[in-house]
């Protein structure tokens, strides 16, 4: 608990990767510590720092330093988290059980999703890692939440599936705006 309290605002180079090898090592006791965490700033910043990693080095090895490419993956890297926490915050509330902050279901996909960036940029290891973001999402909703094991299992399940169903109805409206754009 102590480290949870101390650390809840600052977040510098040493607390960062401390941040990253414990969720990755240990996330159980990670999400434990996270539970007791006010507020999403130390996340939000995880994720951005994890964010602007991934973007950086993405833009120089693939992307030949594209600036809107860059802009582009970098408000996906950090609204994507944003808005998964959102759709499974909706299914946490229809589920009937006690409401949970938004912000700590925040918490969890923040730092589950800045974790994952750091290797993800590793071609090939995108796919594997997405296994792997969603089994430390499921861990966070049961350590930080409370949420049973099974329901966990759902949740991030259906939070895929609306996200994915989400996107591909959104497609013909993106297909019909594009020769809008410069």
């Known amino acids: 608990m102590e480290t949870a309290n101390t650390t809840s605002t600052r977040l ?6 401390d941040t990253i090898f414990l969720v990755m090592r240990s996330p159980a ?3 434990e510590h996270v539970a007791a965490e006010r507020g999403s700033r130390r996340a939000l910043l995880f994720l951005m720092i994890s964010a602007l990693f991934y973007c ?4 120089t090895y693939f992307f030949e330093n594209s600036l809107v490419m860059g802009v582009v993956m970098m408000a996906n890297a950090v609204l994507m988290p944003g808005f998964a926490a959102l759709i499974t915050f909706i299914l946490l509330g229809m589920s009937g059980r006690d409401r949970a902050p938004f912000g700590r279901v925040f918490n969890v996909y923040a730092y589950a999703s800045g974790a994952v960036m750091v290797v993800s940029w590793i071609p090939g290891l995108a796919m594997v890692m997405e296994p792997v973001r969603a089994l430390l999402v499921g861990v966070g909703l049961v350590k930080t939440l409370g949420v049973g094991k099974a329901r966990a299992a ?3 399940v259906l939070t895929a599936v609306l996200l994915l169903l989400f996107f591909w109805s959104a497609a013909p409206l ?3 705006l594009k020769p809008l754009l410069p």
């Open 29 to 31: 006791r990670h999400f």
């Open 154 to 156: 759902v949740l991030v």
């Open 12 to 17: 510098g180079i040493r607390e960062y990767f």
């Open 56 to 59: 950086s080095v993405s833009m």
């Open 174 to 176: 993106v297909l019909e």
